[in-house]
């Protein structure tokens, strides 16, 4: 059975850093597009950003130039570093997996991500 487990979310004040993890078990990621969602309360989930199978990054509006994604395909497992946080960032952070065939997906169940004073 494959599953997506989040871990590194918390609470930090306005410019702080955190750092996510998402291990895949039960897959490996080398044929994977991997990406991280997140989705604040009473709004709609958001892309953040994501790696291609092939290295290639691509990231969102809100995030660049301070979010970074990463992955160690041999650990199975997609980084995304979250530097200068803005109140504004307080979501829930999820990680998804595709196969570049696009027969597989596979979902995390979320870290909650909160930013304030």
């Known amino acids: 059975q494959v599953q997506l487990v989040e871990s590194g979310g918390g609470s930090v004040q306005p410019g702080g850093s955190l750092r996510l993890s998402c291990v895949a078990v039960?897959?490996?990621?080398?044929?994977?597009?991997l990406s991280w969602y997140r989705q604040a309360p009473g709004k709609q989930r958001e892309f953040v950003a994501d790696v291609n199978f092939g290295g290639r990054t691509n990231y969102g509006e809100a995030v660049k130039g301070r979010f970074t994604i990463s992955r160690d395909i041999a650990a199975s497992t997609v980084f995304l570093q979250m530097n200068d946080l803005k109140s504004d960032d307080t979501a829930i952070y999820y990680c998804h997996a595709r196969h570049l065939t696009g027969l597989n997906e596979y979902w995390g169940r979320g870290t909650q991500a909160t930013v304030s004073e």
């Open positions: 039960g897959v490996s990621f080398s044929l994977y597009d």
